[in-house]
């Protein structure tokens, strides 16, 4: 794996939606490091471990057990250490509510689910295309 | 005949006998002298006529009568004098036995009659036998005897009076031609000196009479005065009453009016000299006999209350002394609404009885007057504090304020010592009532005993069987009959004046009651009733408003709280119930992915049923949120240009690129909510382009005017429906089509019919199987905006 390759935190409680997102990677035969968080406490809790290096990427679902997304996203933003964390959402709400909360958050996308297959696949492509040439703090 | 003949004495010295006549002269000039004194001593005609007899007896008569005419014109013996004083009597009974038939008797009546001396120097036997009726009579006159007789009449201008007549009997002397002459100037005088009398006393009485009018007048005057200058009907009245001494010169005098029960009359103002005796007495000692003249309804005099039948046995009567006493009713309408009395020292006269008359009415048209401004007066104090009450009611929409304001207001306008609403609300022995508010006393005077029983006091009540009102309920029957408390409990309020109101909702059920009490007994009058029972319909009105703006307040919360949930549950179900379907599908994608070579044509065939379920299933899911979102979510109502808006549905919905939609040129603006017309027509439009069954369907839209609402009509030329599935069509998930093959989950048209009626119009198909179909429906022009939104935000 390049230093400049993206990690991937899924936050997501849907197994699915997981296997469906590791599905897609693999078809790109994107070798991305995707890690997995059922909810927004144990996507913290990874993200304070240090188990992802600074280079990355968190796909956020908005509807969880616990801690759901923009609970999670309110968190990440108050922590000083973790608080410039690029952030996409991958929901299936089309709520403008939710959508107009998350950029309130500064995420830096918002994608709706369920994508058709093969678009995902492009989308996530692209993604890895698009960090790679960003810089990172 | 002038005095100054009288004045020529025969000459002395003419021959014998005339010192005799000398001395007939002398006599004769002091008589006219006496006569003259005797004249000018006294106006009492007849003391002076009969005097005058005396005069002349002897000296120009043996004996003489004066006969005068009354005023009937009958002739009357007023006086006679015989110088024989036995036979003066005789005289008189001459008279009395036969009237009118006696020469000189004859002569009187012609003298009378004429106004000529009669005379006769000598009187021959014969005529006296001819006058004589019979021998008595003629044995009288020769007893008096009627030698000559000279008879002249008493007139003064102009006027006959009487006639004197002289008479010479046993003196044998006989009248001459100059003793007429004398005795006609003397007559003249005399009559004169009578009329001049008569003339001063009729003078007198014209006098009297006038000064009494002038009284009467001003005693009419002084009442008007009175009655309208004074505020008040009492000062009035007993201004009245002063008036009546002052110019009637009654001693006392009282004005009685009935009472505010209506049941008899009572002493409204009175007024006495307190030096007369009649003045001792209290005018309230006359009562039974006002009550009396009341009930006669006419007036009632006694010119000497002591010889009056009816009044004599009166204690008063015998306290008062001899006194006049008047009464007089006083009527308006022929309803005897007070008496007017008084006591005089001196009968009154007739002219003062007329004038009673005519200030009786002043008095009771002054009465009645007061009586009906004070009605006024009240009926407007009274609409004003109910007109007060009910402005301060309808403003107060709490109920414990409102019914506790209801009460204060009530026991204030009752002029209650203290009152109480109870509700109507029974407890199982059927027996209590919840006591609410009470005012005038702290709530722990009514705690110390248990609630008011349902009583037959206070039963009628709340049965709304209308007021009760008891001037003392200590003395009612109905009181006190409840075990165990015998008549009042102890610890109760204490209660006289008993007012109870029922307080009657519009729909006529009886809410409850109002009671009212005070210690002292007939307290509440006609109008303490009149102005309850108006706070009481007032009271209804509010309460009925507070209960119904409590509910209406209940029911917005409960649609509020309703709808949150249906929303949360919305927002829930699209969610959750999504994401599994959302999984089968993908997971069925990736089967066949990775399982490619061993997918038969059929396995594949059935993943791909698979897949369509899910996607109907989503659809459905789609459709019922929908469904449940239309007509909920209250936007306000604008103008809104329905080409226009067809315009944008047109953009919305994606037919095939071949449709033709014609909007009928007049398409009209209307006020309404945006968003859920647009849904109709989105919904309609693409069900004509869903089950189009060509390449290029047809869809027109167009719209008439309906009076208060506008009529759109959505026709395609698509295959139509048939008659029998009208109704079908708009239930949830109907389609007529197998489920499979179309599109749509059948949920567009029962939104469709959900939004149209929701905003009060209808919707209908007109269609024939294969021949198209129109939908129409209405909307109405102007859509009122509801305050807040019902649907949450």
């Known amino acids: 794996m390049s230093e400049r390759e993206l990690a991937i935190l899924l936050v997501d409680d849907d197994s699915i939606d997981v296997m469906n997102v590791k599905r897609a990677f693999a078809k790109n035969n994107l070798t991305n490091p995707i890690h997995e968080a059922k909810n927004g406490i144990e996507a913290l809790e990874i993200l304070r471990r240090g188990a992802l290096p600074p280079r990355r990427l968190v796909l956020l679902d908005l509807n969880m057990p616990r801690m759901n997304g923009l609970e999670f996203l309110r968190a990440l933003r108050t922590d000083p250490e973790l608080r410039s964390t690029s952030v996409v959402v991958l929901t299936t709400s089309n709520e403008e509510r939710d959508k107009v909360a998350a950029y309130d958050l500064n995420v830096a996308g918002y994608l709706l689910k369920p994508v058709t297959f093969p678009s995902f696949v492009d989308l996530m492509a692209s993604l890895n295309e698009y960090w790679t040439l960003v810089e990172m703090p | 005949m002038s005095t100054a003949n009288l004045g020529r004495a025969p000459l002395l010295g003419n021959g014998p006998g005339s ?24 106006l009492d005609s007849e003391a002076v006529l009969q005097q005058l007899t005396r005069l002349v007896v002897p000296t120009i008569a043996d004996w003489c009568t004066i006969d005068v005419l009354d005023p009937a014109g009958e002739v009357v013996r007023l006086s006679a004098h015989h110088s024989d004083p036995d036979k003066v009597a005789l005289v008189l009974e001459l008279e009395r036995r036969y009237p009118g038939n006696t020469p000189a008797r004859g002569g009187v009546a012609r003298v009378l009659r004429t106004g000529q001396t009669d005379w006769m120097a000598a009187v021959p036997d014969t005529k006296l036998h001819a006058a004589a009726e019979d021998a008595e009579h003629l044995h009288m006159l020769e007893d008096l005897g009627l030698a000559s007789y000279l008879i002249v009449p008493l007139s003064a201008r102009g006027r006959i009076l009487g006639a004197l007549s002289l008479v010479y009997a046993a003196s044998g002397r006989s009248y001459t031609a100059e003793d007429v002459t004398f005795v006609e100037e003397l007559a003249a005088r005399a009559a004169l000196s009578v ?25 009419v005057g002084d009442v008007g005065a009175a009655l ?54 209290d005018a309230q000692a006359l009562q039974p006999d006002i009550e009396r003249l009341a009930q006669a309804a006419a007036p009632f005099f006694a010119s000497d209350t002591e010889r009056d039948p009816t009044l004599r046995e009166r204690a008063w009567v015998r306290a008062a002394g001899p006194v006049a006493f008047a009464g007089h009713p006083l009527i308006i309408g022929g309803q005897v609404i007070g008496v007017m009395a008084l006591l005089a020292p001196q009968p009154l006269a007739e002219d ?24 006024a007066r009240d009926e407007r104090d009274t609409l004003e504090a109910v007109n007060e009450v009910g402005r301060a009611l309808a403003a107060e929409l709490d109920r414990e304020k409102l019914v ?3 009460t204060d207001y009530a ?25 609410y508010t009470i005012s005038g006393v702290p709530k722990e005077a009514f705690s110390r005993f248990p609630m ?12 709304g069987e209308g007021s009760v009102r008891v001037h003392d309920i200590r003395n009612d029957p109905r009181y006190g009959q409840n075990p165990p ?34 210690p002292e007994p007939g307290v509440f009058s006609e109008r303490s009733e009149m102005l309850v029972a108006g706070v009481a319909a007032q009271a209804a009105v509010a309460m009925d408003n507070a209960r119904l703006f409590r509910e209406a307040q209940k029911l917005i919360a409960q649609l509020d709280e309703s709808n949150k949930e249906l929303d949360q549950f919305a927002y829930v179900a699209s969610h959750d119930l999504k994401a599994p379907l959302r999984g089968i599908s993908t997971v069925s994608q990736w089967l066949e992915e990775d399982l490619g070579e061993v997918l038969t044509e059929t396995t594949r065939e059935q993943l791909g049923l698979l897949r369509s379920r899910v996607q109907r299933m989503e659809g459905l899911i789609n459709g019922i949120l929908a469904y449940s979102r239309a007509g909920r979510k209250r936007s306000r109502p604008e103008l809104v240009a329905t080409d226009k808006l067809l315009a944008e549905v047109l953009e919305m919905s994606a037919g095939p690129a071949a449709a033709r939609v014609e909007i009928a040129p007049d398409m009209p603006a209307l006020c309404c909510e945006r968003v859920p017309l647009q849904q109709v027509f989105l919904n309609l439009i693409g069900n004509a382009f869903k089950h189009a069954r060509r390449g290029d369907p047809h869809v027109r839209v167009t719209a008439r005017d309906d009076g208060k609402d506008f009529r759109f009509s959505v026709s395609d030329d698509g295959p139509g429906i048939a008659p029998e599935f009208h109704e079908r069509i708009w239930g949830i998930f109907q389609t007529l089509e197998p489920r499979d093959s179309i599109e749509g989950t059948g949920i567009g048209l029962s939104i469709v019919k959900k939004i149209v009626e929701g905003k009060g119009g209808r919707v209908w198909l007109e269609s024939q199987e294969g021949a198209g179909a129109t939908f129409h429906f209405t909307w109405p022009k102007a859509e009122r905006d509801v305050e807040g939104d019902i649907g949450g935000v």
């Open chain 2, 19 to 42: 010192y005799r006549e000398l001395d007939q002269w002398t006599r004769a000039m002091r008589l006219m002298a006496d006569v003259g004194t005797l004249l000018s001593s006294s």
């Open chain 2, 195 to 219: 009329d001049n009398a008569r003339l001063f006393e009729e003078q007198v009485e014209a006098r009297q009479r006038l000064e009494r009018q002038a009284r009467q007048a001003l005693l």
């Open chain 2, 228 to 281: 309208t200058r004074n505020a008040k009907l009492g000062e009035g009245l007993q201004r009245c009453t002063e008036a009546l001494l002052e110019r009637l010169g009654a001693s006392l005098a009282g004005i009685w009016t009935r009472d505010t029960r209506g049941e008899g009359f009572e002493l409204c103002a009175s007024a006495r000299v307190e030096a007369s005796v009649a003045g001792g007495l």
């Open chain 2, 352 to 375: 003062t009885l007329t004038a009673l008359a005519s200030i009786a009415d002043t008095i009771a048209i002054g009465i009645e007057r007061a009586r009906a401004e004070q009605r």
């Open chain 2, 404 to 406: 506790q304001s209801i």
């Open chain 2, 411 to 435: 026991t204030r306008l009752a002029g209650a010592a203290f009152g109480a609403f109870f509700y109507n609300v029974v407890d199982a022995a059927g027996e209590s009532y919840t006591l």
């Open chain 2, 452 to 463: 008011p029983r349902n009583t037959k006091v206070f039963a009628p009540t709340f049965a």
């Open chain 2, 485 to 518: 408390y015998r008549g009042m409990p102890a610890g109760h309020l204490p209660v006289a004046s008993y007012l109870a109101v029922p307080v009657v909702s519009r729909g006529g059920a009886v809410i409850g009651g109002l009671f009212f009490g005070h």
